[in-house]
Nanobody, 117 residues
Framework: QVHLVETGGGLVQPGGSLRLSCEAS????????MGWYRQAPGKERELVAK????????IYADSVKGRFTASRDNSDHTFSLQMTSLKPDDTAVYFC??????????WGQGTQVTVSS
């Protein structure tokens, strides 16, 4: 059974940093692309970043370029999102996804990130 478990969300002040982690199990982690999506209240879900299976190709949303870094460790089946210079507009539920590129098969439950003073 596939499991994607996100951790690391929380409340942070504007300008602060957070690191999200996704622990994956139940599938061949190194064979699939991974991604992070987010959904803010009243807004559509949007891609934040995605990384191909080998970690050689990373795509970011324009809104997070230069501030967020996605990375994967195929040896311990983890996928991370380092977020810096956080803004109130980054407030959302963040989801880890796997097995896809435009459409994704596996989704985590999500972790809340709130950026507020």
């Amino acid at each position: 059974q596939v499991h994607l478990v996100e951790t690391g969300g929380g409340l942070v002040q504007p300008g602060g940093s957070l690191r999200l982690s996704c622990e994956a199990s139940g599938f061949t982690f190194s064979a699939y692309a991974m991604g992070w999506y987010r959904q803010a209240p009243g807004k559509e879900r949007e891609l934040v970043a995605k990384v191909n299976s080998e970690g050689r190709i990373t795509i970011y949303a324009d809104s997070v370029k230069g501030r967020f870094t996605a990375s994967r460790d195929n040896s311990d089946h983890t996928f991370s999102l380092q977020m810096t210079s956080l803004k109130p507009d980054d407030t959302a539920v963040y989801f880890c996804v796997a097995n896809g590129w435009e459409n994704w098969i596996y989704w985590g439950q999500g972790t809340q990130v709130t950026v507020s003073s």
